[in-house]
């Protein structure tokens, strides 16, 4: 009789959970209804504005967002155990720029960087995209909290390449107060981004295959 | 009713009394949006888990109970983080994690058993919002606390929360202590609010002892 009795509420038990699985899966996808569009046009427009303002002062009309050149590791690219992303930017149909979407290493992990370089190899502007720094110390790469990141625009490589580095490492860059390590890392990473699209040039300004 | 509220907002306070869900209070109780932001995020899940299983309590016997909880908060969550994304994007960028980590927040699990799943809806929707209130008057206080002493200002960014309101916020000094913004600040603050509401009850049941005394 007792083996009845549980029987039916193990049968029972299972019904009622699936009834609630299945009000749980009404209940997102509802809500996705709601919201995908929205989401998705939010990520178009905040990649939008990350790349025009990493693409400051380059008259572009058109960047090739679904066809990045994509970078596996190894390479010598800031983030070298990544897939890096390198965004090519059009002005008629020609290569003016790239947007390379690298990532330094930071004091307290990866510092995902947009740092826009033109066919003159300059930096156009670098912009950090996400990072763990400490707040108050390392996170004034922002920039919402300095000015700091605007001191790569325009820089090249030079061809003294010992002073692309922090002031006190006997550069050009300065630090800002109470931290070396976020901007030295960003400064390096900055430095190699640079290396790298002047010694691939030849690769970087050919169409994407396909 | 009234002692629903007042158990929610004061007596059994899930911030300061139950002392739970106290990973998003520190971590998130940085600034007085975030605190803002994680507070009606856990408001709505809480009020909603509440009257979810206030509606289903006759049908959850005893063995399948936590699953549906588990099933109904988690769901509730999504949706309230796919509607942050699409509608307050930057907090929820500066949420991150802590946002889909509503879920593990014991609170809402502790509501839902303790409470909603031997109440009618009313009392349990009541309860969610008296404690979602609760856990967010404690959140906002040391938010407040923490982006005061350590910025030197106060509802900084709260046009990422409403659109059309001034990033700016209330500027009153420039810069301030950095600890209060650190992991160790959320620790004092806590500390702080904690030693306030212990003041508070000793004065009270101190007043309410003296005229034993007299009789």
Same mark, same amino acid.
């Given at each position: ?25 009404? %209940? ?7 919201? /995908?569009?929205? %989401?998705?046009?939010?990520? /178009? ?8 303002? *990493? ?7 058109? @960047? ?10 190894? /390479? ?16 008629? #149909?020609? @290569? ?20 826009? %370089? ?20 390392? #996170? ?28 006190? #490492?006997?550069?050009?860059? #300065? ?5 070396? @390590?976020?901007?030295?890392? *960003?400064?390096?990473? *900055? ?20 | ?35 803002? +932001? ?20 006759? +049908? ?89 002493? +350590? ?14 309101? +001034? ?49």
């Amino acid at each position: 009789m007792s083996a009845d009795i549980k029987r039916t509420s193990v049968v029972g038990g299972t019904l009622k959970l699936t009834a609630f699985a299945a009000f749980a899966a009404l %209940i997102v996808a509802a809500s996705w209804q709601l919201t /995908h569009e929205r %989401i998705e046009q939010n990520l /178009h427009t905040a990649r939008m504005a990350q790349f025009a303002t *990493v693409l400051s002062g380059v008259a572009f009309d058109r @960047i090739d967002y679904d066809n990045p050149e994509l970078v596996s590791p190894p /390479h010598t690219l800031p983030g070298s155990t990544r897939e890096v992303r390198i965004y090519r930017v059009y002005q008629n #149909d020609a @290569i003016v720029a790239w947007v390379f979407n690298v990532y330094a290493a930071g004091y307290s992990g990866p510092i995902e960087l947009m740092v826009g %370089i033109d066919r003159r190899q300059q930096v156009t502007a670098v912009r950090v995209l996400s990072h763990t720094e400490t707040p108050g110390l390392g #996170d004034d790469i922002e920039r919402s909290k300095s000015d700091w990141i605007a001191s790569f625009n325009n820089q090249a490589l030079g061809d003294d390449q010992a002073d692309w580095a922090l002031r006190k #490492d006997g550069g050009r860059f #300065d630090a800002f107060t109470g931290a070396s @390590i976020t901007p030295r890392a *960003v400064v390096i990473a *900055v430095r190699d981004t640079l290396r790298y699209a002047e010694r691939y040039e030849e690769t970087l300004i050919m169409e994407p295959s396909e | 009713m009234k002692s629903i509220i007042r158990d929610g907002l004061w007596q059994n306070n899930p911030g300061i009394v139950q002392l739970l869900g106290l990973c998003p209070l520190l971590a998130i109780s940085n600034t007085a949006v975030n605190a803002l +932001g994680l507070a009606i995020a856990t408001l709505f899940v809480l009020t909603f888990s509440n009257l979810t299983v206030s509606l289903a309590r006759r +049908g959850l016997q005893s063995e399948i109970r936590i699953p549906a909880y588990v099933l109904i908060i988690a769901s509730l969550v999504t949706a309230i983080e796919l509607f942050f994304h699409a509608f307050a994007p930057e907090l929820h960028a500066r949420l991150g994690i802590f946002l889909p980590l509503i879920v593990t927040n014991c609170a809402i699990i502790a509501r839902a058993e303790a409470f909603a799943s031997r109440q009618p809806p009313l009392r349990a929707v009541a309860d969610g919002i008296a404690h979602g209130l609760g856990f967010a008057w404690v959140l906002m206080l040391i938010g407040v606390l923490r982006e005061a002493i +350590g910025s030197g200002r106060v509802f900084a960014d709260l046009g990422t929360l409403i659109p059309g309101a +001034g990033n700016a916020g209330l500027q009153f000094a420039d810069g301030g202590l950095l600890i209060a913004l650190l992991p160790p600040g959320a620790f004092f603050a806590l500390a702080l609010v904690l030693i306030l509401r212990n003041l508070i009850v000793a004065r009270q049941s101190a007043t309410a002892a003296e005229p034993a005394h007299e009789s």
